[in-house]
């Protein structure tokens, strides 16, 4: 595995985390999905059982994945920081996908806090897995176990 971590300029962290390839340059299996993981927190913290749990998990599938490290903190969300992080995390990496060897579209992004909330259950934790897996399937239309 190819591991990148690149400072964004309008702050906040973007890991990469890209599978070796195994197939030719150009074949039709060259080219994974890719899942961008948004650790939750509720904006005070970024939960450490969310990131790296989450990466393993969409690794296992087949995604190349980013971790993105946003910035926290009331100061931050006041001035939307962690919303700017993200569309730069995005953009960054549609226009770098080529060199992560990712489809450049679709793309997933995952926030597991967000997702835990709207299903009313924030302890479960596998749920919010099988949801996003469900959701990567559906937008890279590619198969998952």
Known sequence: MDTKMINLPQGGVLTS???????????????????IILPGGGYEYLSKRESE???LEFLSRGYNVFLLEYSVGKENIRRMEPERQ?????????????????????YGITDLYNSLITKGDPLNYDTAIKDFLWYAKKLNKVHTK
Request: net charge negative; glycine share 2%; proline share 9%.
């Open 53 to 55: 749990p989450v990466v």
């Open 17 to 35: 985390f890209i599978r070796e390839d195994i197939y030719p340059q150009g074949s039709l299996y060259s080219k994974r999905p890719c899942m």
């Open 86 to 106: 993200v569309a730069e995390a995005v953009a960054y990496v549609r226009e770098n996908s080529d060199e992560f060897r990712i489809i450049k579209d679709p």
